[in-house]
Every structure is written in C-alpha cells, then in structure tokens.
C-alpha cells in the first residue's frame, strides 16, 4: 500500500487522477468529506469514475457523508470495516458556480452543496474555529452565520419548476443526510436513490433562526412552515438582489451565484462500507 499526503488545497484531486490512470484500482480517503469530494472531483472530470473503487476512512471535522452511510467515526472500527464491508454504488453532484474571481467553476460532490447560512458557517470555521472541535465549532459558526446573515433574495428551480422566490436562510440540494458535523439537515435523502433532496429554509428573524437551531440537529426543522423540501435531479438558482449568497460545497466554500447543480446517478464505487440500510 503506499500512502500520499495532500500539500495544498486540490491536491487530493491530483493524487486520485494520477493514482487511477496509473493503474490503481482502489482508493482509501483518510480525511473529511472535503477531502472525499476533491478525491470525487479528480475521478469524475476525469471520466474515471468507473474505473476505482473508494474506501472511506473518516478523519476530517465534518465526516457526514460517512455518517449517511452509516459508517463509524472511530478509526480503528473504521479500518475493520474497509476490510470486511460492502460494495456500494452511490450518486454524485455536479455544481457549475460563480468562484471568487468571478469566473464559472465546476466542482462535484458526494454529499451537499448549499448556500447562505451554510456557506457563513463554513467561512467561519475553516477561519478561525476548528480548535473548539468539529461539532462545537459549527454550533458556534452557525450562531455567528445567523448573526450576520444577510438574507439573500433569490429564485430557485428544481427540475425547471420554480419552487421559491424571495429572501432564504438556506438552501441545499442534498445526496447525503447531514451537514456541519451531525445536522440532520435533510434526513429523507438517499445517496443513492438518484434524486437530490433540495431544503429550503425561508428567511425569518434571527431570533427564530437561533431558537430552532437545535430542531436542525434532529431533523425536526423539516416541519416547521418556513420549511420545504422538493426532490429532483437538477437545481438551479440566481440572486434577484445584489446581497451575498456564499456556497458551501461538502464543507468547503468559495464562490456564489448563480449556480447550477446535476446529480450524477451511480457515478462512484465504494467499498468497505456497511450494508445497506433504509431511513423509516
């Protein structure tokens, strides 16, 4: 087995490309669900994604994507695993975005890509935050990411229908169950049912916003009426105001709107993973 670190930001989408076309054939991600996604990102713009499998060691500050599947956090549960689990196929996201220096990106993804509140929150953590510890850190970051939240006004489409327009706390085209570190943000989606489940939370005031954070973390935010949850395989969305909407791609940022999101179905092999289990 040999092992490669990454040394700069993408890195990992180099050492997955070079890796495959090098005759690789399985793949261990030790690291968190933005590692996983730049190792996604390196095999699926490369028109490699059938040709390795991907095992999963969760070692990162997020880890939700591991947490849908059902996967351990300890690591020494987790290395048993990758020895004794299952086969499994799993959709993928594509996103096409606005980045910083106001050019269009591509980037893809395992388990969400979302903006506004989650896109502060991720800002906030990989700033300054991570010391408190994953879970703690983006309790505080979402407490700061309300505080500040300018409550951008936006349209958004699934599947050419429009499904809102005006001011949201956030939206997010989920693969994956949870987001910042065990939010149960969308707790009706399947990785592997080859549709996204799309949240949208409606702005309301920051005191509400504060209130029913806690509700985020057992998914009983779904039933609250500033809430809905549409299915579909393509998102769109535009701001309709000059305000900020930050993205948050599998707990990496940069960039903004408009954005356009694909779900790829069946696009990545894993392996080591446990047997497969349905939400009730």
Known sequence: MEIERTRAPRDAARIAREAVRAGVKRLIVGGGDGTLSEVVTGLLAAGLGDEAEIGILPLGSGCDFARTLGMPLAPEEAIELLASGSRRRVDAGRIVHMCSQGR???????????FGLSGLIVETVNRRAKHFGPRLAFALGSLAAIARHPRPNVVVRVDDREVHAGPVALVLAANGRFC????KVAPGAECDDGLFDVVIIKAISRPRLWLNLPSLYAGGHIDHP??????????ESVVREPVPALLDVDGEG?????????LLPRAIRLFGVPVRRRVV
Not at 104 to 114: D, G, H, V
Not at 180 to 183: E, S, T, V
């Open 104 to 114: 269009e990106q591509t980037r893809y993804f395992l388990n969400e890509a979302s």
């Open 180 to 183: 910042g570190a065990g939010m």
């Open 226 to 235: 500033a809430v809905s949850v549409h299915r579909g395989v393509r998102v």
């Open 254 to 262: 940069g960039g903004g709107l408009p954005v356009r999101v694909e």
